[in-house]
């Protein structure tokens, strides 16, 4: 009977023991992922340059115009190739956004929410358009104009750019524009 009551003391210390020791461990263990986070952050929220800063919301814009001008295409163009071309544009340029997106939450940039006000006047003109004359119109702004204009843009950008997240998201960038820009140059033949 003494054995079994010095026992049930032994575990009971034993369990007691055990559960501080492991409070100890997990208060260690956050601790330091606390400080892990805390560094991995300031390394991520470096301040920006100017240049890279306004590459991002470059980037940001030119898919916020493409996309804006895509859906107005997506209703109102009369072919299937633009239609699809349209749908490219939204699938694309939407997953760019949200990449840029997310960089520059990680940055602390914030970035345009609608297109430019030369977007915003060529949109109004396409709404006043219909069949060939859209697809038309569509095509050669929204489709080559533009995209020639943010290939300049990205090239001219990437040089420049210092941070190696805003580089990357350049980098990536470049390739889709010049496939979406030899597209709208194959339509508009």
Do not use: C, R
């Not at 492991?22 to 560094?39: C, K, N, P, R, Y």
């Amino acid at each position: 009977m003494q054995k079994s009551q010095t026992l049930k003391k032994l575990l009971a210390v034993s369990a007691v023991a055990a559960m501080f020791i492991s409070v100890g461990v997990q208060a260690q263990t956050q601790t330091s992922a606390t400080q892990s986070d805390a560094t991995g952050q300031t390394a991520s929220n470096t301040k920006l340059s100017a240049g890279d800063e306004k590459a991002l919301k470059d980037m940001a814009q030119a898919n916020i115009n493409e996309i804006a001008a895509a859906k107005i295409a997506l209703n109102k163009a009369q072919s299937s190739e633009v239609k699809a071309f349209a749908q490219k544009m939204v699938d694309d340029h939407g997953a760019a956004l949200t990449k840029v997106q997310t960089t520059a939450q990680q940055k602390g940039v914030t970035l345009p929410t609608e297109p430019d006000a030369m977007h915003k006047t060529m949109a109004a003109q396409l709404e006043k358009q219909s069949g060939d004359a859209f697809d038309k119109m569509y095509m050669e702004n929204a489709g080559t104009k533009d995209h020639e204009m943010v290939l300049a843009k990205l090239k001219s950008d990437a040089s420049m750019i210092k941070d190696a997240d805003v580089k990357a998201l350049a980098d990536a960038h470049t390739p889709v524009v010049e496939q979406h820009l030899k597209s709208a140059q194959q339509i508009n033949k």
